[in-house]
């Protein structure tokens, strides 16, 4: 018998469905206070689907797998979890069609200028010159870079396809173009196929100084943190969008503010931030060029229904000894 604990509010319809994956599964529901794991809890769960709080060692002495309910791990660096043999995996894979389709809210809303749209329609004003003011940028035939090949920048690419887009993308291993991950149906780049180019992150540089428009999907890890700085920002075309719906910490915020208000870049779309809420004193907050969103990219009606669809078929392969989707690479930090 396999014991399993959620901690996640699903609803029946969905707890049924993991416990149709076995006869042997013992499925245990509980909510968490505050989202923290009490002092006083003890589990003998063998997997554990996991929101928030994570046990101490002691208070879950037969665990051996957590499935986390988010994409991103970086929080869990620090627990005691991350430094034992506890599989742990991901929901990397169930965010990329609504991610993807933020992304190209964004892209759209810089490309045309939407902000006067909504400027004039307040003013109740039809203005003069609209060629000048409303000439679009058109998306077909310009320079798409998307730093991170997972499953949110291969879903990217393929739409930034969709649109006539040069596709340029960084990839840790570029000798592994194949998404190994959790892929929805009909979505992404499973093969790999997509981008017209495959960098290495070492030459990030060299991409993004050909980019008119480019999308962060990175994880947050040491490596990673702060990666756009000064000087990569001085390495993007002037006429160039960047569009973050990774980590905040991806980007040096002082630094950004910096290349937007001197123009290095011509503007940002940031859905994630160093510090969130952001500040209400954030100069982001005053600045034309910026597009900015309250950590809203991730967001979809769907999402409990594809993160059991994707923890159902870790559970069929748990317990018929296969390799699980979405396993953390402690290493790689994700």
Not at 82 to 106: C, E, K, L, P, R
Not at 231 to 236: F, H, T
Not at 262 to 273: E, P, Q, S, T
């Amino acid at each position: 018998m396999t014991h399993v604990l959620v901690t996640a509010p699903f609803t029946e319809t969905l707890t049924n469905k993991i416990r149709q994956v076995s006869d042997e599964i013992k499925l245990e529901q509980r909510t968490l206070p505050d989202g923290r794991w009490p002092d006083d809890w003890t589990t003998e769960a063998e997997v554990y689907y996991a929101v928030n709080g994570l046990p101490q060692p002691e208070q879950a002495p037969n665990l051996r797998w957590v499935q986390v309910h988010w994409a991103g791990v970086d929080s869990l660096v620090d627990e005691p979890i991350w430094d034992s043999d506890i599989a742990i995996t991901s929901a990397s894979g169930i965010h990329a069609t609504n991610m993807a389709q933020y992304v190209f809210a964004q892209l759209l809303a810089w490309a045309n200028k939407t902000r006067l749209w909504f400027h004039y329609q307040a003013q109740n004003e039809w203005p003069r010159q609209r060629w000048d003011k409303f000439l679009p940028d058109e998306l077909n035939g310009r320079t798409l870079g998307i730093l991170g090949y997972g499953s949110i920048g291969r879903e990217v690419a393929r739409l930034g396809k969709a649109f006539g887009m040069k596709v340029l993308v960084t990839k840790r291993n570029v000798k592994q173009p194949k998404d190994v991950g959790y892929i929805i149906r009909g979505s992404g780049d499973p093969g790999g196929d997509v981008p017209d180019r495959i960098y290495p992150g070492e030459a990030t540089r060299s991409m993004l100084s050909e980019c008119d428009y480019v999308v962060v999907t990175l994880p947050l890890t040491a490596k990673t943190h702060h990666i756009f700085n000064e000087d990569l920002l001085k390495e993007m075309k002037p006429n160039a969008y960047l569009v973050n719906v990774g980590r905040g910490g991806l980007i040096d915020e002082k630094a950004l503010v910096k290349a937007l208000k001197k123009g290095w870049i011509a503007g940002a779309g940031l859905d994630v931030f160093e510090e969130e809420p952001l500040p209400a004193d954030s100069p982001l907050w005053s600045l034309e060029n910026v597009i900015l969103t309250p950590h809203i990219s991730g967001f979809t009606a769907h999402y409990d229904q594809r993160a059991v669809d994707l923890f159902v078929e870790n559970l069929r392969r748990y317990i018929t000894g296969e390799p699980l989707l979405n396993q953390v690479n402690r290493e790689a930090g994700y």
